[in-house]
């Protein structure tokens, strides 16, 4: 979370001014020299150069520095001078989250939506924190906020979703997963909990079609493959689901779960020549119990040959 802010909120705020301190102290800061600049803007305040903005300057490296109880005194001693400061309060407000001080973040997050009733940056850290809270009725509220505002934002409709699911609450989950961005960065995950949501309603069609767009979109996830054998299975194709294991054992020859999965359908079906050919496969690739569906086999077998 903090690195994520970090990316579009720590800027160096300056004026022109006829003081070279606080000139000298952004300078430092700009070339990386992050505790050379605090010692600066620490200066640059005492000497009466702006205080409001020296002490959110001086923030801003702080928390650079990992001293996030440093910053949030500085934050605080920023707004205190200004209390429109809206830059401020946002900054404070994700302090206090990297501290999971979670009453506070609320607090100077809600100052800063106040301030910025649509600012993008304020309304999710204001989600998040709620949400990280269990305050789940307000952070279902800031997290929708967030989707009317900004519909191209991938979060909320993640968070909106994960925040049904969690209340029980298959349809809403349904729908929120559902407006997900089709080539967002997290697509394959959308579509797993897709699928196991329908599968725990017992839609295995849409559960089925869920992971087959997952698998489209990252061939190279051999468990996912797997459960589409398994929910073929589950929902009565058992034929296909042996085609469907067959197919992943060609994909993935070393997955020695799949080759078991396989022989067990087969045994199941009493194809015994291929179950054995199966269970054979994933012996050798170090699975222990299809060593029980060999043994099987051959206790069939010698069943067969004594009633002969």
């Known amino acids: 979370m903090k690195n994520k802010f970090l990316l579009f909120l720590v800027v160096i705020v ?10 000298e102290a952004n300078g ?10 605090a010692a600066a803007y620490k200066r ?3 000497q009466g150069e702006n205080p409001t903005l020296c002490y959110f300057n001086l923030a801003n490296a702080y928390y650079q520095l990992d001293s996030i109880a440093q910053s ?9 001078g200004a209390p ?9 407000s994700i302090a206090y989250y990297a501290l999971n001080d979670l009453g506070e973040c609320i607090s100077a997050a809600r100052r800063a939506v106040a301030l910025e009733p649509k600012n993008q940056k304020a309304l999710f850290v204001l989600a998040a924190a709620y949400r990280k809270a269990s305050g789940y009725p307000e952070a279902i509220t800031a997290f ?14 993640i968070a909106l979703g994960e925040m049904y699911r969690e209340l029980d609450d298959a349809h ?21 909990a897709l699928a196991d949501i329908y599968e725990s309603k017992n839609d295995l069609v849409r559960a089925l079609y869920c992971l087959k767009k997952s698998f489209e979109k990252d061939p190279s996830k051999q468990l996912t493959w797997y459960r589409i054998a398994e929910l073929s299975e589950k929902s009565g194709n058992t034929l296909v689901a042996l085609e469907t294991a067959q197919e992943g054992i060609e994909l993935f020859p070393k997955f020695s779960e799949m080759a078991l999965f396989a022989g067990t359908i087969a045994f199941k079906l009493e194809k015994y020549d291929e179950a054995e050919r199966y269970y054979d496969i994933a012996r050798k690739n170090g699975n222990a119990a299809a060593i029980v569906g060999l043994d099987n086999i051959r206790m069939i077998r010698r069943e067969k040959q004594n009633t002969r």
């Open 14 to 23: 300056a004026f022109s001014i006829k003081a070279s301190l606080l000139d």
């Open 28 to 37: 430092l800061y700009s070339k990386g020299k992050i505790s050379d600049a």
């Open 44 to 46: 640059a305040a005492r």
């Open 72 to 80: 949030i005194v500085y934050y605080q001693a920023s707004v205190d």
């Open 84 to 92: 429109e400061f809206f830059r401020g309060y946002l900054n404070l």
């Open 144 to 157: 929708e906020q967030l989707a009317q505002l900004y519909p191209d934002m991938e979060e909320p409709y």
């Open 172 to 192: 809403e989950a349904i729908r929120w997963f559902s407006q997900y961005p089709e080539n967002g960065k997290n697509s394959i995950y959308v579509q797993l």
